[in-house]
């Protein structure tokens, strides 16, 4: 790289030169960042709206779907029951009375110096409640050792605990799950169940359906507290054991009309983020500076034809009539600003009315909303992904452009460097040469008086 003699013979700043200069060269440079720049801040805009049109995609195609609205809620008039709707509940009613709670088995053994008299051959074996035997090898006849390799094969439906009393260790055996079956379990190893006390019994849950009738077939039992499918769709837990003089508990099974109406209500809130999105980015600002003169900035969305028309088509699909009927008639309704409100009292009102109706009507409206923003967010042709892709490959070119320019620029300087050191050099040796003739003419004789 050329180096510059700066101002040794001319006097000149000439590094000083040479970077204003550079300045002026640089400015398509500059120009070329700031594109870059606000091309970068345009996609991200791009993907912060795509990212919203695709949240609002997917809510819509949940509503518009029959089996969304196949919403029920169960209650039940005890706080110590429990109700779970799945898919196939409809509404109903049922009255029972909670006769025992599902447990599992649990022994206690006597007194024990070690697990010599639970092994055969050194090994435990433990029987399930179908008669299926399974096999433990503790380290050692110890019952801590015992104890170990019990709890540590999970499989095995039983949990060992050594308890320590006065008189010595005993050994405590209990299932991990519950009913007459699964709940059960025997030694069938040693000196088998010899010496172990029953704490309890392994048993199902029961339940009597309609109690005061009192008639044959009524009695339900499960191995579970859980009841499943007591009722179509429905699932029933139990906690607590009735009592003499307890009423019977009753389950009534209704349609959820706080989940459908929070389905559209979602729809309509999801439709007002991608509408204020694009409004706020379209903002147009004006600033005075401190001597009064003003100015005016748009919004990276400001001028966009294709934001402008997203939210056109969104506000088409959400406020257009269904088979002549207006979404305000079920409590969708748009203001003077552009966007949705949601009357949630109104909406429920025309639920219970029509619920069929009701529910067509916001299936009809979120299958619009749901074509709108597939055509628009689609991740591999919708129109703002297409966008986003396309603007990030100008922002590529604008990097292969600037890197063209720093090596044209770097050239541009060296060419400039290299032209002032050539001034200096020659105008050191002007001077040299002028010093030298002046010399000469001093060293003339001059003539006499």
């Avoid at 779970?84 to 110096?113: H, N, P, W, Y």
Wanted: hydrophobic share 40%; no cysteine; aromatic share 4%.
């Amino acid at each position: 790289m050329s180096m510059s003699i700066g101002g040794i013979a001319s006097g000149l700043d000439t590094s000083t030169i040479i970077n204003q200069l550079m300045q002026i060269e640089a400015i398509p440079k500059n120009q070329l960042q700031i594109k870059q720049k606000t091309t970068e801040s345009f996609i991200a805009a791009l993907q912060a709206l795509n990212t919203k049109v695709a949240s609002l995609t997917e809510n819509a195609a949940k509503a518009a779907k029959p089996a969304s609205y196949d919403a029920w809620a169960g209650v039940a008039s005890s706080e110590t029951v429990s109700v779970v709707t799945k898919t196939g509940a409809s509404a109903g009613t049922i009255e029972f009375r909670v006769d025992a709670l599902a447990q599992g088995k649990s022994s206690l053994s006597g007194v024990l110096a070690d697990a010599s008299t639970l092994l055969t051959g050194g090994v435990f074996t433990v029987a399930d409640g179908e008669g299926n035997t399974r096999d433990i090898t503790p380290a050692s006849s110890s019952l801590t050792d015992l104890v170990s390799a019990i709890n540590a094969d999970k499989d095995l439906g039983v949990k060992a605990t050594l308890i320590n009393t006065p008189d010595g260790s005993r050994l405590q055996l209990t299932s991990t799950k519950t009913g007459a079956t699964d709940g059960n379990f025997t030694i069938t190893s040693g000196q088998a169940e010899t010496g172990f006390s029953a704490i309890r019994s392994a048993s199902d849950a029961q339940i009597t359906l309609w109690p005061e009738l009192g008639i044959s077939g009524s009695t339900v039992t499960s191995a579970t507290n859980t009841f499943t499918d007591l009722m179509a769709g429905v699932d029933i837990t139990v906690t607590k054991v009735a009592v003499a003089g307890d009423d019977p508990i009753k389950v009534d099974i209704n349609r959820d009309v706080e989940a459908v109406t929070k389905l559209a209500d979602n729809l309509v809130a999801q439709l007002n983020q991608v509408i204020s999105e694009v409004n706020s980015r379209s903002k147009v600002t004006t600033t005075t500076d401190s001597e009064g003169q003003q100015a005016t900035t748009g919004g990276l969305f400001t001028g966009d034809s294709a934001a402008r028309q997203l939210v056109a088509r969104l506000v088409e699909a959400g406020s257009f009539p269904v088979d002549g009927k207006s979404p305000s008639e079920i409590g969708i309704e748009i203001t003077r600003n552009g966007d949705f409100t949601f009357d949630a009292e109104k909406f429920q009102e025309a639920l219970a009315a029509d619920p069929a109706g009701t529910q067509d009507f916001v299936a009809a409206i979120a299958t619009r909303v749901e074509a709108v923003g597939k055509a628009t967010s689609d991740k591999y042709d919708g129109s703002l992904t297409l966008r986003v892709q396309s603007q990030q490959e100008l922002v590529r070119d604008y990097g292969t452009q600037l890197e063209s320019w720093d090596r044209r620029l770097e050239q541009r300087r060296q060419n400039l460097v290299q032209v002032y050191t050539a001034l200096e050099v020659s105008l050191s040796r002007l001077q040299g040469q002028g010093n030298w003739l002046a010399g000469q003419l001093g060293s003339l004789p001059t003539a006499s008086k």
